[in-house]
Nanobody, 128 residues
Framework: QVQLVESGGGLVQAGGSLRLSCAASGRTFSSVHMGWFRQAPGKEREFVGVIRRSGGSTYYADSVKGRFTISRDNAKNTVYLQMDSLEPEDTAVYYC?????????????????????WGQGTQVTVSS
């Protein structure tokens, strides 16, 4: 079992930055790959990015590439999502998720079904 708690959401103006955190407890954090997803009202949950369990590899959706950065601190059992140059289209509830499944290809982690555990989400609102 892995329990995940997101924090750091809020209201920010377009062009601004936010850093989300996701604190994990339970299963050894360094054994799971961590993903970030988001869901806007009336839309499906959307992949944002993933970081492998070692922290050595990340993969991002095209919509956030170059603006968002995922990192993790396995000593603190925490994964981060640094969001820069935010746009109104980034407004959504952001979720972190943990995957125990190993796949050699990063694209394996783009789907919600690759993840075993989910946080409760944190709201990010970007005003224009």
């Amino acid at each position: 079992q892995v329990q995940l708690v997101e924090s750091g959401g809020g209201l920010v103006q377009a062009g601004g930055s936010l850093r989300l955190s996701c604190a994990a407890s339970g299963r050894t954090f360094s054994s799971v790959h961590m993903g970030w997803f988001r869901q806007a009202p009336g839309k499906e949950r959307e992949f944002v990015g993933v970081i492998r369990r070692s922290g050595g590899s990340t993969y991002y959706a095209d919509s956030v590439k170059g603006r968002f950065t995922i990192s993790r601190d396995n000593a603190k059992n925490t994964v981060y999502l640094q969001m820069d140059s935010l746009e109104p289209e980034d407004t959504a509830v952001y979720y972190c998720a943990a995957a125990t499944y190993y796949c050699s290809g990063d694209r394996c982690y783009m789907g919600v079904h690759a993840y075993d555990y989910w946080g409760q989400g944190t709201q990010v609102t970007v005003s224009s």
